[in-house]
DNA sequence: CTTCGTTAAGACAGCGCTACCTTACGAGGA
DNA sequence: TCCTCGTAAGGTAGCGCTGTCTTAACGAAG
């Protein structure tokens, strides 16, 4: 009955692994990180080992001797949003598997709450941290710059130096939102907005730019406000109000087209009879609604994916070629335009 | 130049916090911990130069020293259900501002995912855990009760002796429902249902029961699939055709319902003249789709809040008196019934 | 035959914290 | 007055792993 066995854990270590595999405590970590120092029969023999004893490495202790965590940190706007859903999970399929433990932040589109969070989640010393966008405060880009923490940008691209980014632009999105409604005939657009993050006023100056580019005012609805079902039936309500005759609207997220479509529906206003409707993001219920909606389908899964892989390539120390990536839209025609 | 400096963090440690507070490394830790053997003098002095130094504890070290982690494992069915995304998001409310990390599971509906992820996550010795209803594999709960890991089940209730649950009853919902459809004269009476998992099980339970006590038939029509938009309408034309009389549907979760409620504005079926529809759940939309969708109002988020909280007593070693927290739902009555 | 460089394996010493045991000290009873 | 006892503080020894340095082994070059 030893002394130490008390606190110990039960569970495995890889002084038992080495032990039985005949080699040193150190020989067996290298084996088991697959680092090329490590003879391949010695290496195979420590696998075995590993294997035999159900050997789990204790990431408490790995982390304290390498000073580095096996943890990613996420940072997203909202869960409420299917969209950034789909991108979390991909995110998990992906470094799941490869031992990593995936810290899902969400910071309420506030860029205080998100400074907060970066400066919590330092603390645990992530080996890397996906971020959404690049607006936030200077305290937030300071932390990150100081702890020299990996990190991955998404759903919008940079070219600047140094500066990972996998997402797609959505300025161009909104242009080819406008230069559809104008190949539909409409004439008197607007461009109705909620929850004005840097995405959604960047979609909304593509919009503008390009029907500005075809000679076309563009009407603007946008207010801070969060997103919501009920929140796009009251905008529509208000801007046919103040601009009953017009006959395009996009809307910034699918959520606020759903609910004009609702509002148009009780007042009797045919979609898209009297006013075409494109939302943006291309949710499930967009292609089952009545009229089924005209929406920009987003890589959100896509973009998980690749912006975890391309944290792993950090991670692993790897050249990396392509700083952006580039996944494109998609617009999805459907009955509403 | 110390040779040690090389492979510190450069975060300030506790040692120097008890330095400066002239107390020794233990009593630091101790009243950093809260622990009360501490005198209240020194206890202050050291919260002071802590704080004076900015000194964040290290994880890593805590745990490898405690052998316990500072995380909690949630693990949910879905992300893809807005449902479960509104009780995690309440659970991480409660728990990050307390110091625990919360990690998420996602078992996509699979007992068998589930075991693997419980597998996976008990490697990392999470202090407690938080799961979904009580339908696992054995393996599963063998596994769970071997590492004697604390949990709180969610979403269903027990009485079963040193089992904590937070939720509300299913089978009650259920029988709410049916009384509701029968109280507006409806007599030919459906349960649609997909994913069916131990829940959806139970409040048709609920429902036929109660329509059985009527003297009432049920009629029922339930898939495996993953449900969604798309499949309420699929299922409503099915159920249609099989049996044009029915007047009253009860559809397991709302997004079926305004799948249906789609297919049944293409069809020109008036709802509620013809038939009527309750939902489950009480999404944000169903306030807003036409016609508005009676629903059963689900208490998502005290779940995660209430769950959360109780996890906390447990991990403190409370006495807990209530084993059962049942936070009961609403029947919301709207246009579609 | 010696020297050197190169590579593979091991020894060692922590990473920062907490569990456990010991010591110091004052209060209270004999 | 002495001795026990309870309490608060500290000393010590790891928790399980990896970074760094050292050693051993071996072949090539001089």
Same mark, same amino acid.
Do not use: W
């Given at each position: 009955m030893r002394k130490e066995a008390s606190r110990a854990t039960g569970r495995p270590t890889l002084a038992e692994v080495a032990q039985l595999a005949g080699v040193s405590q150190i020989t067996a970590s290298r084996a088991l990180r697959d680092i090329?120092? &490590?003879d391949p029969v010695l290496a195979s023999k420590v696998r075995e080992a590993s294997k035999a004893l159900g050997y789990v490495p204790n990431p408490a202790a790995r982390m304290l001797a =390498?000073?580095? =965590?096996q943890s990613v940190v996420v940072l997203v706007p909202a869960l409420s949003n299917q969209l950034f859903i789909e991108t979390l999970e991909a995110i998990h399929n992906v470094l799941r598997p490869r031992g990593y433990d995936v810290l899902i932040g969400n910071f309420h589109y506030s860029r205080e709450e998100e400074e907060e969070l970066i400066r919590n989640y330092l603390a645990i010393q992530p080996c890397g941290i996906l971020l959404t966008g690049f607006d936030r405060t200077d305290a937030s880009r300071r932390l990150l710059e100081a702890n020299k923490i990996r990190r991955v940008h998404m759903m919008e691209l940079t070219n600047a130096e140094d500066v990972f980014s996998v997402g797609f632009s959505q300025e161009d999105a909104g242009a080819v939102v406008a230069r559809h409604l104008l190949a539909r005939g409409r004439r008197r657009l607007a461009y109705v907005a909620a929850q004005l993050d840097a995405r959604v006023i960047r979609r909304g100056e593509g919009f503008k730019r390009a029907l500005a580019e075809a000679g076309v005012d563009a009407l603007e609805l946008a207010v801070p406000d969060p997103s919501s079902v009920g929140l796009g039936g009251e905008l529509f309500d208000r801007l046919l109000r103040q601009h @009953? *005759? &017009? *006959?395009g609207i996009f809307f910034c997220n699918d959520d606020l087209a759903h609910g004009a479509i609702f509002e148009a529906q009780r007042q009797g206003i045919p979609v898209p009879g009297r006013v075409a409707f494109v939302g943006f993001n *291309?949710? @499930?219920?967009s292609a089952h609604i009545v009229p089924r909606l005209t929406s920009i389908h987003t890589p959100r899964e896509d973009v998980g994916k690749h912006a975890a892989h391309l944290m792993l390539a950090l991670l692993a120390g790897a050249e990396i070629r392509e700083r952006t990536i580039d996944l494109g839209f998609e617009l999805v025609v459907r009955e509403s335009s």
């Amino acid at each position: 009955m030893r002394k130490e066995a008390s606190r110990a854990t039960g569970r495995p270590t890889l002084a038992e692994v080495a032990q039985l595999a005949g080699v040193s405590q150190i020989t067996a970590s290298r084996a088991l990180r697959d680092i090329p120092t &490590v003879d391949p029969v010695l290496a195979s023999k420590v696998r075995e080992a590993s294997k035999a004893l159900g050997y789990v490495p204790n990431p408490a202790a790995r982390m304290l001797a =390498s000073a580095r =965590s096996q943890s990613v940190v996420v940072l997203v706007p909202a869960l409420s949003n299917q969209l950034f859903i789909e991108t979390l999970e991909a995110i998990h399929n992906v470094l799941r598997p490869r031992g990593y433990d995936v810290l899902i932040g969400n910071f309420h589109y506030s860029r205080e709450e998100e400074e907060e969070l970066i400066r919590n989640y330092l603390a645990i010393q992530p080996c890397g941290i996906l971020l959404t966008g690049f607006d936030r405060t200077d305290a937030s880009r300071r932390l990150l710059e100081a702890n020299k923490i990996r990190r991955v940008h998404m759903m919008e691209l940079t070219n600047a130096e140094d500066v990972f980014s996998v997402g797609f632009s959505q300025e161009d999105a909104g242009a080819v939102v406008a230069r559809h409604l104008l190949a539909r005939g409409r004439r008197r657009l607007a461009y109705v907005a909620a929850q004005l993050d840097a995405r959604v006023i960047r979609r909304g100056e593509g919009f503008k730019r390009a029907l500005a580019e075809a000679g076309v005012d563009a009407l603007e609805l946008a207010v801070p406000d969060p997103s919501s079902v009920g929140l796009g039936g009251e905008l529509f309500d208000r801007l046919l109000r103040q601009h @009953p *005759d &017009v *006959d395009g609207i996009f809307f910034c997220n699918d959520d606020l087209a759903h609910g004009a479509i609702f509002e148009a529906q009780r007042q009797g206003i045919p979609v898209p009879g009297r006013v075409a409707f494109v939302g943006f993001n *291309d949710l @499930p219920m967009s292609a089952h609604i009545v009229p089924r909606l005209t929406s920009i389908h987003t890589p959100r899964e896509d973009v998980g994916k690749h912006a975890a892989h391309l944290m792993l390539a950090l991670l692993a120390g790897a050249e990396i070629r392509e700083r952006t990536i580039d996944l494109g839209f998609e617009l999805v025609v459907r009955e509403s335009s």
